[in-house]
């Protein structure tokens, strides 16, 4: 088992089926340093990470590397098009209380 933090157009629930359908959903959010025009950033430096980005904690029922390919496959929001993404581990916390370390695609 896997745990993502999905957002924008990811956070969509027939998108996430398109990962997998078996999976547990909970809303949540990260804190992050910006997201202007579809550009996210996460500092190192949690001092630079003061806005909030709310999106969707997903724990899938495969491997991390099959979600990836997953997610770099769906073609509609653009993901297979881009020469690089990037996959990192930050903290996601659910709207109701928890905190997961969780990957996130950008």
Avoid: P, R
Wanted: charged share 20%; with cysteine.
């Amino acid at each position: 088992m896997v745990i993502f933090f999905l957002y924008n157009h990811f956070a969509n629930i027939e998108v996430i089926k398109q990962i997998n359908t078996n999976y547990e959903i909970n809303d949540g959010y990260i804190i992050m340093q910006s997201y202007d025009d579809n550009v996210l950033k996460i500092s190192d430096k949690t001092v630079h990470n003061n806005k909030i980005l709310h999106g969707k904690i997903v724990k899938f029922n495969m491997n991390f590397n099959d979600v990836v390919n997953k997610i770099t496959e769906i073609e509609e929001y653009g993901c297979k098009h881009k020469s690089t993404n990037e996959v990192h581990a930050i903290w996601a916390v659910k709207s109701f209380g928890g905190v997961y370390k969780a990957y996130i695609m950008y």
